[in-house]
């Protein structure tokens, strides 16, 4: 119980960090120096939590997730590559000259998440059997990565399943937010599709 206590300290830590006045004004400056190395904090950091929450809720208690450190550095690495393509979605669905505001939001989702989505999640599996696969000893060739997933499942309940039920709902909402906003809106959804994915996985 202890330990899930200061699990919770840490989110509230961060969600006062980002709505409290004065760290939003932190924030909002790092963010407007350097953004993308701010997409690669957030997304190493907030998809880091989702994996080792997913981990305590299959164990029933904490552990430290295999391949940690190296997998928050990919974690960093994907939120550099979200924080790329977010405008050029935006700005390309929005350029249809669509009047209603619901309307394109929901179409730069779905666009978004049936085009680069599948793209990110099957690199984030790869990446991750990969590590995995590394810290137990083994070469991590392609045939071992290929074996150790079902794909068939991944399929089925990642590409398909969350993308219609939740990425495409929340990314529209995410992306009726003003354009300063949207990045740490998915950084905190991350933390959903690390979960998402480490059950997935699992399963």
């Known amino acids: 119980m202890k330990k899930d206590g200061s699990f919770l300290l840490i989110l509230a830590g961060i969600v006062v960090f980002f ?31 989702g994996e080792a929450w ?49 309307v394109t939001a929901f ?22 059997t990969w590590i995995e696969l590394r810290a137990k000893g083994k070469k991590a060739t392609s045939q071992e990565i290929f074996a150790a997933n079902d794909w068939v499942a991944f399929f089925w309940f990642v590409l398909v399943k969350t993308n219609l039920f939740f990425w495409i709902p929340m990314h529209t909402i995410t992306f009726l937010l003003p354009p300063v906003w949207r990045l740490l809106m998915a950084a905190g959804l991350s933390m959903a599709l690390g979960v998402l994915l480490a059950i997935a996985k699992r399963k």
């Open 107 to 128: 179409l730069t989702s779905v666009t978004m998440n049936l085009s680069f989505g599948p793209v990110l999640m099957t690199t984030h599996r790869i990446t991750d």
């Open 19 to 49: 709505l409290h006045p004065t760290t939003q004004e932190i924030y909002l400056k790092w963010n407007e120096v350097s953004h993308f190395g701010m997409a690669f904090i957030k997304f190493g950091v907030l998809a880091s939590l």
């Open 54 to 102: 997913a981990l305590r809720m299959k164990t029933g208690s904490w552990q430290r997730v295999v391949g940690w450190p190296k997998k928050a550095v990919v974690w960093g690495v994907l939120g550099m590559g979200i924080a790329w393509v977010f405008p050029i979605y935006a700005i390309g669905v929005a350029s249809v000259g669509i009047s209603s505001r619901l």
